[in-house]
């Protein structure tokens, strides 16, 4: 007696609108991603527990920032108003990028009115030229 | 004369290779993609001293009302040390946090976070946008 095979079924996934969903998955990422690094600056500002933020004495240079003034010192005795600009100057004059640690600290008081910008400013200024940031908090 | 009918070709393209591709690509995507981050409503501030920053870890976002989004959500400035030391541990790696804030923002409103960040021991990179003035 002959035996008869069955035909083999052939058994096919269909992936068409797999790939589709794939293809709108990537337009939506391609709409939502941002290649664009964002601009700023990186800062130093020691933790509040380190010991070089704990004390900062009279010889540390110093940024006094108010809403319309802005003052500086190598010393507290020396403080005077200065521009934007030429505190620029100064501060690279110093040369703090190849300076100790210790040395790099600038010592920056900001008052309660002074916007973000300002700030933004002033601390990116003290960080492209190397410096430290020390926040005065007043006891 | 009777006439012979062709048979049809059956004409099929693999898909299969294009949504390998497709999936390739969309995982890419997601790997670079940062949405959810930086919606908060803010201007940033301009600065004359800035150049291009490190991937951040960390995105932290202070909004023009003042309040504080890290990773895209709402935190409170208690707690913003805390969740930045979670996420940065977390990466295990010496995290950069890109810190955003609204150029409008007076001391009170920006300083307690940036001393929150500096005790989470972050390493803070000020976000802006390049003076054009």
Redesign the interface.
Known sequence: MSRKRRAKAEAEID??A??DI??L??IF??L????V???????R?????TPENREVDDQTPSVNVTANLIRFGETEDSMADISLDAL?DRLFQMNLMNAEDQDRMIVLE????????R???V???I??AGGIIA?VEEN | MPVRRRKKLKVMIPLASMGDIAFLLIIFFMLVSDFMRDHQELDPAPGADVGELAPAEVSVAVDREGRIWVQGLEVGVHDLGAAVEILLERRREDGIVHLNVDRSLTRPEYMPVIEALSGAGARIALVGMRDTE
């Not at chain 1, 900001?110 to 910008?117: I, S």
């Open positions: 992936v068409g797999f790939a794939a293809f998955l990537i990422f391609i939502t991603t941002s290649f690094r964002p601009l700023g600056q990186e800062v500002i020691p933790q509040t527990e620029r900001v008052a309660d009115d002074v916007t973000y910008e700030y933004f400013q601390v990116t200024l960080s492209d926040i």
